[in-house]
């Protein structure tokens, strides 16, 4: 069964129509990048997947091990394994990210009916992983994202995401902001989550990402609707000729 | 016997009450001719209404339907009650003072190693057996405001704590006020604390109820002299009972050089109102206020604070946030004057509303009249809903929506309770404000 089945998705906000009958289908173990012009709907695509509030399906739609995904409240989702690394993460003054880290891992885990986890377990846990992308301590004790720069805020999407193992990855362009040595280490903490059961969503602009985070397919977003897919020579294809060969096939 | 007030005898079941009860108040002489004066001043205006412009928020002649007879001095059970409850406000090391019912109770509170210089003793004690000084002061506050001259004619007992020159207390003082709420009852307290010169001292004081109080009225004022030099830290929280009224005032004079920081949290209680009025009346002092009003249901929560800024070189800085859920309604009424002599003042004030829904209210009234003309004064407001984008943000990690909101009225509320200096009063505050929001949860 596939892991994400997004089938003919139509997406309003407010009056607009965004996604005009999108289809997706992402199985276990596969690496999925799309890419596409500003603009063309690949946020909303991943808003929606995640709950977000504002937008209207109109027709279509998400199945998760086949559940029907729109039913679901954002927390349910997060607890059955859908993540959303925000291309925009938020910051939260007042709320310190151990306590949030810990409280939203611990959530996840009583939805699964899973036990929580102690603290010290918790602290190792975390630990471990922020050493691994390179997460200084000291940025843990701030309050969720405030002050940090663009790429920290993006090291701590991918810190949640290796805290939390979901089983679907939506990356929205997790590069940008990082530099390219964060690039790496961020590329390889994703990379270290791969597995057969596990599925990625990288959404990118750029080649360079998908150098390092290899995807078995790629798929070109214009316009809301998804206009052609391959395999990951497409994305050397459109780092060459650029979008505008597929202006009008949307 | 509970009375049943019909709207145009409003107050009349008070005076009865006062009445009743005449005889079985502490003081005689001079004592009793000033609970005269201040009944008769309660009742030319009566129980406040909204069209007195400082109640016009809270109608107590609409809110208040009922007046509860005098409360009993509670009995061993009404103190094994109060007991259990008083357990969960214990902060190890403070000297605990606990009024049961409006009455002390020595077996619930804890004054052992109490430093050298700090006497206490109970507002019975002072009124019957005299210190024409302390009795004057106990009679300060204004009986021009009818609650607090309602309280001026009915207090029954409370604590009269004086600390003398020189003396910086380490521990904090304690003063719980516990409902056993056997009974619908009437509670009338009145407590004083004066410090003297080059002092230091942290008062705390919780308003709480025993499991399953009946709806009772809590009445109390605090009268408060701060001397020159010394600083005074104020913690008062609020956890009365769901049915409960809590209609308190508090006076309080500062000296030169002096510092009074306090912080007031209500959670509690289905009516109330904190009224208090600080006044300036020596150069180069500074106040901090910070409130917190945290309501759901029908909850009704008004504070109102007189900053009076009479002499010069004095600082004032009033925060008040509110947390208001389903029908609840927060009051926050904050006027500063400046008066002319006041030059150099630097008076702040802001308040922050957050509504949780449609039917929340929170009004806010500012008021500043500024007769001097070399001050720097302001105030500013907001009010607004939790961000929708914070909350998507943590759901989508996976907390519940509840759980969401939580986190970020904690994060709200807590800027407010990063103002308490004393690690284990803010650890007391934080507890409470939990409190709140398990019990919404
Ligand atoms: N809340 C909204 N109200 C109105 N229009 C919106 C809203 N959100 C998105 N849109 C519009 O939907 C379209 C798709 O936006 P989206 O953010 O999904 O694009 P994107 O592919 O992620 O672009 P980028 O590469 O710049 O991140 C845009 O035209 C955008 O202006
Ligand atoms: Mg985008």
Redesign the interface.
Known sequence: MPLLEVRDLKVRVEDNEILHGLTLTVNPGEVHAIMGPNGSGKSTLSHVIAGKPGYEVTDGQILFRGEDLLEMDPDERAAKGVFLAFQYPVEIPGVATMNFLRTALNAQRKARGESEYSTPDFLKKVREVAKSLNIPQDMLKRGVNVGFSGGEKKRNEILQMALFEPAVCILDEMDSGLDIDALRIAADGVNALRSPDRAMVVITHYQRLLNYIVPDFVHVMSKGRVVKSGGKDLALELEASGYTQFEDAA | MNVVLAKNETGRALSDSFAVARDRLPGGGKVAEARNTAFEAYERVGLPHRRLEEWKYTDLRALMREVPPLAAAPDAAALKQAAAAVKLQAIKGARRLVLVDGVFAPKLSELEGLEKGVTVRTLRDVLETGDAALQTQLFTPDNANPMVALNSAMMTDGVVIEIANGVVLKQPLQVIHAASGATPAAIYTRSLLRLGKDTGATLVESYIAAEGAKAYQSHDSLVVAIGDNSRLDHVRLVEDGRDAFNISSAVITLGAHAHFNTFGMTSGAAVSRYQATITFAGEGSRVETNGVNLLNGRQHADTTLFMDHAVPHCASREVFRAVVDDRGHSVFQGRIIVRPDAQKTDAKMMTRALLLSDDAEADNKPELEIFADDVTCGHGATTGALD???L??????????K??QA??I???V??AIESIVNDDLRELAIAAAQRWLEARA
């Open positions: 929708e984008s914070l998507f943000y943590l759901r989508a990690r996976g907390l519940s929506e759980e969401a986190l970020l904690q994060a709200f807590g800027e």
